[in-house]
DNA sequence: TAGGCCATCTGGTCCT
DNA sequence: AGGACCAGATGGCCTA
């Protein structure tokens, strides 16, 4: 924990009092700014947190950090979706085909969850096995 | 020890 | 004026 609060030094010799209270005003302003900015930062990782558990994890112990998490998130939702549009086009019974895909979903979020961790620096959406095809979704029509 | 990740502070900008 | 959001800076913790 850091804090570099404002402090005041050199309570006046002119004693300046609508100076110190102008000083104290824009302090209380700053510290209170301060725990909004904290407690924004507090929700928006709690809504990371929420978004890790419903995000593929298989295969590892170390949780995901914000980059990898979003990462993933993008990808599981291709995925997702490229099973939603190829059901639509699939003559297959609908129940059996989406366990199949439901199978090899899981498959391919466990070897994304390795792949993130061996190779080193580049997790690049090109290199992720799920990967982006934004003409196939069709989220025009 | 270097590098990655994170929490916090801070000043700027935009919005109400 | 005050709050929300953002990005940069800084320093702590952890791991290879």
Avoid at 17 to 25: A, H, L, M, R, V
Avoid at 98 to 111: G, K, N, P, T, V
Wanted: with cysteine; glycine share 6%.
């Amino acid at each position: 924990m850091k804090s570099c609060s404002p402090c005041s030094s050199d309570s006046g010799s002119e004693s300046d009092s609508k100076g110190n209270d102008k000083f104290e005003t824009a302090a209380r302003r700053r510290m209170a700014a301060n725990a909004r900015e904290r407690k924004r930062m507090q929700g928006l990782n709690t809504a990371f947190d929420c978004l890790r558990k419903v995000v593929p994890q298989w295969g590892q112990d170390k949780k995901l950090s914000k980059y990898e998490t979003l990462q993933m998130a993008l990808s599981y939702i291709m995925a997702l979706n490229r099973i939603l549009t190829d059901t639509r086009k699939n003559n297959t019974p609908r129940r059996q085909w989406l366990d199949l895909q439901f199978d090899s979903l899981q498959s391919e979020a466990y070897s994304l969850g390795c792949l993130m961790y061996d190779s080193p620096g580049e997790s690049d959406l090109a290199q992720l096995p799920f990967t982006c095809h934004f003409e196939g979704f069709g989220l025009s029509s």
